[in-house]
């Protein structure tokens, strides 16, 4: 993968992982709470429970932020590929090769004939029977 494309998804991935420290948080505190509240102690719980909001709530003001830099990395990531994104590539077809031979004054031609060549080498030896190809049969009209 491209650098400038990798260094965004991995500033994506960070935020993201910066994000779910808070959860993580909140899953502690709640269970925490839990804790506390078999003991009887309630202040106890109460505080772990204020924390768990706390947690939570800096979770969503981040999550829905619009400021947020998971959602600019993976704004500059799309932003990367739409300009990165490959050309429409014209269909390859005999014409257009010899087309480019044309244009570029038949350079590689010395590569294409000797490719041709070796095909034809490869071939001497095994059956042929295209028939488009085979030697008109001599017929008296």
């Known amino acids: ?3 400038p494309l990798t260094g965004y998804i991995a500033d994506c991935l960070d935020s993201f992982k910066d994000e779910n420290v808070y959860l993580g948080n909140v899953k ?9 509240l078999k003991l009887g102690n309630y202040v106890n719980a109460g505080s772990q429970l204020q924390l768990a909001g706390d947690n939570l709530g800096y979770w969503y003001l981040t999550y829905n932020s619009r400021y947020y830099i998971w959602k600019y990395a993976l704004i500059d990531a ?7 994104w490959p050309e429409p590539v014209e269909e390859l077809t005999w014409k257009t090769i010899v087309e480019a ?3 570029n ?3 590689g031609r010395v590569v294409t004939i000797a490719t041709i060549d070796r095909m034809r080498q490869i071939l001497w030896n095994e059956p042929f029977n295209v028939v488009w190809a085979a030697r008109p049969e001599e017929r008296k009209i």
């Open 28 to 36: 502690t505190y709640i269970y925490g709470a839990g804790t506390q």
């Open 101 to 103: 031979w044309i244009k």
């Open 105 to 107: 004054d038949f350079e």
């Open 1 to 3: 993968m491209p650098n």
């Open 78 to 84: 799309l932003e990367w590929i739409d300009d990165n």
